[in-house]
């Protein structure tokens, strides 16, 4: 098939527009209170955007200490009840959160963690079925495309409501390391990270633009001539970014933080933006039946439809290679089992 007919392709099986009467757009939920879920609520608190907040831990003192610590800031931020609570708490909860979950140990890579957090996931996703929670799934636990397709299964919640937090960061990563190696906002450069959270993502370098001009355009115009060294060494250094953060201070939690924080907003505000969210494929570039990462409209009922930015045939390429490792990850864990 030719990529223009591969990229046309994009059907979204399951949808649901989220009924915002039985659902409190102004409640969220945060599942998994270690570094990830902790920093994040941090985030969530001071962004003023939730009222209520429920924290949940397999350890209900870790819950209680860190709703008490962030609570204690809301005098600074905006009035907001924030608590240690169970899984009935969270029935009416927008936004559940879901970061419970080992991390990596400096030298593991994401998908080592693979058994551990799916076992933990069939603890979690079938409490929050049992009660039919309403809301979005945002899943931020590692692996994370391999637990956004894990949670889909196991819920069988309407795909639109269970996004993984996916490339987001690393795009994140990415923007941050082209802005400063041209000197210019990192808001003002257009590019994603695609495909796996993890060793096979791909840097989309075909698409990516400053306000407009042509990545390559705007390196010379900033005294920048090796773009393919200086392409390849950008996408190395953002792939192994977590692994530099874990080997120095064993954890990642902001940079993951204030991506939560990004989805967020744009699921309350109903905004539409353009995320590389984690989402289900259903045929686009020959992919289906993987959660990974592509552009996507997001808004107040999750994943409002993927975006076909321009690829081509290498950035196809490693996309398809990319679903293929995830897919065998899928094939010898069966986590819908
Ligand atoms: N998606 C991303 O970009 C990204 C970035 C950084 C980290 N992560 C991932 O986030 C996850 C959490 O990382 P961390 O550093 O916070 O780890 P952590 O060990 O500090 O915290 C994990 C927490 O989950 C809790 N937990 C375990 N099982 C649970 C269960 N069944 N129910 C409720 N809570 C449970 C633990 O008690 C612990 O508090 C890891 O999988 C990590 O790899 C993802």
Known sequence: ??????????????????????????????????????ASAFALMQSGMFSEMVLIDADHDKAEGEALDISHGTPFARPMKIYAGGYDDIVDASIIVITAGANQKPGETRLDLVKKNIGIFKTIIPEIKKRDCKGILLIVANPVDILTYTAVKLSGFPENRVIGSGTVLDTARLKEALGSHLQVDSRSVHAFIIGEHGDSEIAAWSSANVSGIDLNDFCEMRGHYNHHEAMEKIANDVKNSAYEIIAKKHATYYGIAMSVKRICEAIVRDEKSIMPISSMMHGEYGIEDVALSMPAIVGKNGAQGKVPISLNYDEITKLQESAKALKKVIEDNKPFE
Not at 1 to 27: A, C, F, H, P, W
Request: aromatic share 6%.
């Open 1 to 38: 098939m030719e990529s223009n007919e591969l990229k046309k392709k994009n059907i979204q099986t399951s949808r649901e527009e989220i009924d915002y009467g039985s659902v409190n757009l102004r409640k969220v939920a945060v599942i998994g209170c270690g570094f990830v879920g902790s």
